[in-house]
T-cell receptor, first 114, second 114 residues
Framework: ETGVTQSPTHLIKTRGQQVTLRCSSQ?????VSWYQQALGQGPQFIFQ???????GRGNFPPRFSGLQFPNYSSELNVNALELDDSALYLC?????????????FGPGTRLTVL | AQSVTQLGSHVSVSEGALVLLRCNYS??????LFWYVQYPNQGLQLLLK??????LVKGINGFEAEFKKSETSFHLTKPSAHMSDAAEYFC????????????FGGGTRVLVKP
C-alpha cells in the first residue's frame, strides 16, 4: 500500500512569486487536507477537499487555493508569496471526511520564501 | 471553537524513565482526540486516537493516553523511555461539524538522555 507522497521536497521562492505543491493521497482515500507548519509550531489547517469539492477552510487568505483531481490527488497553490509563508506544508489523506477518520500525513514540502 | 494546549514545549527524560506529555483541550461538544509524533524532517505519524470508546487508549510504540472529561485532558504516557522516542509530539482535536479538520497544540519536544 502506497502512503501519502508530496512533491517537491524543498522549494525556494522569492516574495511575490506563485507556487504549486502536489500531494498524492493514500490508496482508497478520497479526502485530502492541507496544513501549514511554521517553524517551532503545530500544524494549522488550511483547507480540505472531499471528492473534488472544498470541504472546510481554515483562517487563510484567498491567495491560498487548492484543487482535487478525479484520482483524489491534490494541489495547493499560493499566490503573491510573503516571507511568512515560509513553512513546512503537510498534506494528509483519509478514507472519508468523517470526524473519527484518521488522517495519514505525507513527509511535507519545505517552502522557503526569500 | 476548539483549542488544544500542550503544557511544556520541551521535556527531558532519562532512558528508562516515565514519559508524561500533557494535553488539555477546550471544546463545547464531545471531542475526538489524537496524538501524533513527528521525527526530524518527517511528516506526522499517528500514535493513538480517542473516539469515545474506551477512555484508556493504547497506541503504538508502548504509548497510551487517558481521556478525562472532567479534567478536559488527554495526557500521553509511556512507562519506559527509549532513545528512539526523541521526537516532537502533537496533540490534536477534531470536533462536530468540522469533519476531521484537526486543531493541533503547539507540540512538545522530547529529549531522551542516556
Amino acid at each position: 500500500e502506497t502512503g501519502v507522497t508530496q512533491s517537491p521536497t524543498h522549494l525556494i521562492k522569492t516574495r511575490g512569486q506563485q507556487v504549486t505543491l502536489r500531494c498524492s493521497s493514500q490508496s482508497g482515500h478520497n479526502t485530502v487536507s492541507w496544513y501549514q507548519q511554521a517553524l517551532g509550531q503545530g500544524p494549522q489547517f488550511i483547507f480540505q477537499y472531499y471528492r473534488e469539492e472544498e470541504n472546510g477552510r481554515g483562517n487563510f487568505p484567498p491567495r491560498f487555493s487548492g484543487l482535487q483531481f478525479p484520482n483524489y490527488s491534490s494541489e495547493l497553490n499560493v499566490n503573491a508569496l510573503e516571507l511568512d509563508d515560509s513553512a513546512l506544508y503537510l498534506c494528509a489523506s483519509s478514507q472519508a471526511g468523517g470526524i473519527k477518520d484518521t488522517q495519514y500525513f505525507g513527509p511535507g514540502t519545505r517552502l522557503t520564501v526569500l | 471553537a476548539q483549542s488544544v494546549t500542550q503544557l511544556g514545549s520541551h521535556v527531558s527524560v532519562s532512558e528508562g524513565a516515565l514519559v508524561l506529555l500533557r494535553c488539555n483541550y477546550s471544546s463545547s461538544v464531545p471531542p475526538y482526540l489524537f496524538w501524533y509524533v513527528q521525527y526530524p524532517n518527517q511528516g506526522l505519524q499517528l500514535l493513538l486516537k480517542y473516539t469515545s470508546a474506551a477512555t484508556l487508549v493504547k497506541g503504538i510504540n508502548g504509548f497510551e493516553a487517558e481521556f478525562k472529561k472532567s479534567e478536559t485532558s488527554f495526557h500521553l504516557t509511556k512507562p519506559s523511555a527509549h532513545m528512539s522516542d526523541a521526537a516532537e509530539y502533537f496533540c490534536a482535536v477534531s470536533v462536530g461539524a468540522a469533519g476531521n479538520k484537526l486543531t493541533f497544540g503547539g507540540g512538545t519536544r522530547v529529549l531522551v538522555k542516556p
